[in-house]
């Protein structure tokens, strides 16, 4: 079966950084999304692999290793408007999206 | 530009009665999508549609139908709610089907189903 998994809730402190780690089993592999959803609030568009390695913008980056099936998203410098669910998906071979179910992440002052 | 709306904000349903929720995107894109998100649960994909015309059946297709007349709208309708239908809908779109087809999303329709 085809499987997105991330840890359901992190807690860092503002100012400092943190990773949030996806792992994913899709029938075929066309790419990865990271999306940050604040409650209540839509999903909007943080960042896509495709390729391996290391895609950085401002204080978010995002890491993929096709090989391993594994994708990480690195906050850097957080804010306490930081606070929200981090999404990972993966396309499959069909070029639909494989959601994962989110990871909260809370930041204390 | 508003980008995707979606009608109604919210609503409350008797089961058994029709639905249907509203989706509108103004930026001419090809490819749209109804989610659901239920907590604990990643977005599941109900159905979609690469161009007007054309719809599909995604992973939780069950009691809901849409159809695709134009490009800017993809109403879906629950022809008959039943409880589990209570959820949060999203309607997203993209400027294409296939690869680097980043997702744009609605601000969600909150349904509760009594």
């Given at each position: 079966g085809q499987n997105i998994d991330q840890p359901t809730e992190m807690t860092a402190t503002e100012g400092a950084i943190v990773?949030?780690?996806c792992t994913y089993q899709?029938?075929?592999f066309n790419g990865l999304f990271w999306y940050q959803q604040h409650a209540g609030e839509a999903p909007t568009f943080l960042s896509y692999n495709v390729l391996d390695g290391l895609e950085e913008k401002g204080r978010f980056?995002?890491?993929l290793s096709r090989s391993k099936g594994y994708s990480y998203l690195l906050l850097k410098e957080l804010q306490m408007k930081d606070s929200a669910?981090?999404?990972?998906a993966a396309f499959d071979s069909?070029?639909?999206l494989i959601w994962g179910a989110g990871t909260k992440l809370i930041i204390k002052p | 530009i508003a980008g995707i709306t979606q009608a109604p904000t919210s609503q409350i349903l008797a089961a058994g009665r029709r639905m249907t929720l509203r989706c509108t995107q103004d930026m001419r894109h090809n490819?749209?999508?109804w989610y659901r998100?239920?907590?604990g649960l990643g977005l599941r994909l109900i159905h979609y549609s690469n161009t007007a015309g054309t719809t599909g059946k995604g992973e939780v297709p069950d009691g809901y139908s849409v159809s695709r007349a134009n490009t800017d709208d993809f109403p879906l309708t629950l022809a008959s709610a039943v409880p589990s239908q209570t959820s949060v809908y999203f309607c997203a779109s993209s400027d294409s089907a296939?690869?680097?087809g980043t997702q744009y999303f609605g601000p969600g329709t909150r349904l509760t189903v009594l």
């Amino acid at each position: 079966g085809q499987n997105i998994d991330q840890p359901t809730e992190m807690t860092a402190t503002e100012g400092a950084i943190v990773q949030i780690n996806c792992t994913y089993q899709t029938s075929g592999f066309n790419g990865l999304f990271w999306y940050q959803q604040h409650a209540g609030e839509a999903p909007t568009f943080l960042s896509y692999n495709v390729l391996d390695g290391l895609e950085e913008k401002g204080r978010f980056s995002s890491f993929l290793s096709r090989s391993k099936g594994y994708s990480y998203l690195l906050l850097k410098e957080l804010q306490m408007k930081d606070s929200a669910s981090y999404l990972c998906a993966a396309f499959d071979s069909n070029y639909q999206l494989i959601w994962g179910a989110g990871t909260k992440l809370i930041i204390k002052p | 530009i508003a980008g995707i709306t979606q009608a109604p904000t919210s609503q409350i349903l008797a089961a058994g009665r029709r639905m249907t929720l509203r989706c509108t995107q103004d930026m001419r894109h090809n490819a749209m999508y109804w989610y659901r998100q239920d907590l604990g649960l990643g977005l599941r994909l109900i159905h979609y549609s690469n161009t007007a015309g054309t719809t599909g059946k995604g992973e939780v297709p069950d009691g809901y139908s849409v159809s695709r007349a134009n490009t800017d709208d993809f109403p879906l309708t629950l022809a008959s709610a039943v409880p589990s239908q209570t959820s949060v809908y999203f309607c997203a779109s993209s400027d294409s089907a296939g690869p680097e087809g980043t997702q744009y999303f609605g601000p969600g329709t909150r349904l509760t189903v009594l």
